[in-house]
C-alpha cells in the first residue's frame, strides 16, 4: 500500500491558478496508477484527472482545457496544475493510487474558489 499526503490547496479567487502535490511513500509509485478525485458534500467523487505508470493520462470533462497532471517518479510525487479555477471547482481534492491492484487515498485537501 502507498502512502499518500496532499498539499497546495487553499483559497483562490475565480479565474486564478492552484497547484496541487501529492508525496507518496513507499517504492511501488513508479508503478502506480495515480489520480486526482474531488468530492463536494452530498455529491459523488469525481475523477478530475489520472496518469498512469506509462504517462499516459486522462482528464476529467469538467476540467478539461484547464487541469494538467504530471508526475515525477525521483521525488515520488504526482502534480495537479489547475487553471482558470471557477467556483464550480469547490471541493475536497483527493488523492489516489492504486499499485499492486491495492487503492489508496490521501487525506484530501481543500481547494475554494471565491467569486
Known amino acids: 500500500q502507498v502512502q499518500l499526503v496532499e498539499s497546495g490547496g487553499g483559497l483562490v479567487q475565480a479565474g486564478g491558478s492552484l497547484s496541487l502535490s501529492c508525496s507518496a511513500s513507499?517504492?511501488?509509485?513508479?508503478?502506480?496508477?495515480m489520480a486526482w478525485y474531488r468530492q463536494v458534500p452530498g455529491k459523488q467523487r469525481e475523477l478530475v484527472a489520472l496518469i498512469t505508470s506509462q504517462g499516459l493520462k486522462m482528464i476529467g470533462d469538467s476540467v478539461k482545457g484547464r487541469c494538467t497532471i504530471s508526475r515525477d517518479n525521483a521525488k515520488n510525487t504526482v502534480y495537479l496544475q489547475m487553471n482558470s479555477l471557477k467556483v464550480e471547482d469547490t471541493a475536497v481534492y483527493y488523492c489516489n493510487a492504486i499499485a499492486n491492484g491495492v487503492p489508496s487515498w490521501g487525506q484530501g485537501t481543500q481547494v475554494t474558489v471565491s467569486s
Open positions: 513507499g517504492s511501488a509509485f513508479s508503478t502506480a496508477n
